[in-house]
């Protein structure tokens, strides 16, 4: 790994001293401006956090969300100049964080909001229409191989965090009891981020697609666990949710 300049150093620890050549206009090493430019580039960096993870913030309060996040920018810097990437690894901060330890499933909700700039930040696709599906035959469906769009994530929970970010896009909030688990589909087939809770089989199954397994590969894994599961009725849905990305002509031809 790469050392840390001493300007990095300087800016990320308020006990170094000020970096050679950052002068005052008198030619002398100016302390107190140097903090101020630290604790701008500090109070920024939790800026960006809280505009990633409204959520999470509404959840635990104002108060409690920026010392949270001060603590996690404190030890976390960007690795690029793109804030919109920053706070990746948020989501494990906080279920490492001992005073969030009373909401087990913020973490959760903290991913599925590091999920939803994801897939709002994704690369543009033509997204795959049920129709095109149609016209495959029906014995070289199973062994087509399809492609995520750019923007779908998927995550898992072992609470209804997919039900209680709903909740809080609307006012007043009105946040549901926390029971039960949920798998959330996150999409963009026209420009704006869909959110949509779908079944256990049809997770798994999206997921065996995104791995590289046919469809057929990806129905029979799924059916061994779920046998009432309809490979069929779950392909277009996905579909008509805007997964997958539109057939190449080759596929197509098939």
């Given at each position: ?11 990320t ?54 010392g ?145 397994r ?15 599961f ?7 849905g ?17």
């Amino acid at each position: 790994m790469t050392s840390q300049s001493p300007f990095t150093r300087a800016l990320t620890d308020p006990a170094q001293p000020v970096p050679a050549g950052l002068v005052s206009p008198r030619g002398t090493a100016d302390s107190k401006r140097f903090a101020v430019y630290r604790n701008n580039v500090h109070v920024s960096l939790v800026g960006a956090l809280a505009a990633r993870f409204p959520v999470t913030r509404q959840l635990v309060g104002e108060e409690f969300f920026t010392g949270m996040a001060r603590l996690y920018v404190a030890q976390t810097k960007p690795k690029g100049p793109v804030l919109i990437h920053y706070g990746d690894s948020f989501p494990d901060f906080v279920a490492q964080f001992p005073p969030a330890s009373g909401l087990p499933y913020l973490p959760d909700l903290a991913r599925l909001e590091a999920a939803w700039t994801e897939a709002y930040n994704a690369a543009d696709a033509i997204a795959l229409a049920p129709a095109d599906l149609s016209t495959i035959a029906g014995d070289a469906l199973a062994s087509l191989d399809l492609t995520l769009a750019p923007s779908t994530r998927l995550v898992r929970s072992g609470f209804p965090v997919g039900t209680l970010w709903s909740a809080h896009q609307t006012t007043p909030v009105s946040i549901p009891a926390l029971s039960g688990s949920e798998c959330v589909l996150l999409t963009r087939p026209q420009a704006h981020v869909r959110l949509t809770i779908i079944p256990p089989a049809a997770c798994a199954f999206l997921e065996a697609i995104g791995q590289g397994r046919t469809l057929g590969q990806a129905a029979e894994a799924v059916l061994t666990v779920f046998p009432d599961f309809d490979p069929g009725a779950a392909l277009v849905g996905l579909a008509g949710l805007g997964a997958f990305t539109t057939l190449t002509k080759e596929l197509a031809d098939v």
